[in-house]
């Protein structure tokens, strides 16, 4: 193998490692959000509703917190929307 050959080969050996790292650094947009009525889930998008206000945390948050009477964790719903008073409300 020609030395011109070999580091072509090793350039473009680079190129795909440094876009593999690339990639795995990007970080994640996954959150929990909450609104004032203690409902939580999981959401990977912010949303804007008039009138309504939604607390936003790193997705491992959930982790660290207390679930009781006053606070609930909502399952995974489809579509675009957030929870209230455990309802899920489709936007």
Known sequence: MNTRKLLIQTALGA????GALVA???PASAY???N???DCWHTDSRVAVPG????YHPDDWY??????SN?????YHEGRGYWRNGI????
């Open 15 to 18: 190129s795909i490692a440094a």
């Open 24 to 26: 795995m650094a990007a």
């Open 32 to 34: 929990v959000a909450c």
């Open 36 to 38: 004032r009525e203690g």
């Open 52 to 55: 309504v206000t939604f607390s």
């Open 63 to 68: 982790f660290h917190q207390r679930w009781d």
């Open 71 to 75: 606070r609930h964790f909502r399952d």
């Open 88 to 91: 899920w409300i489709t936007l």
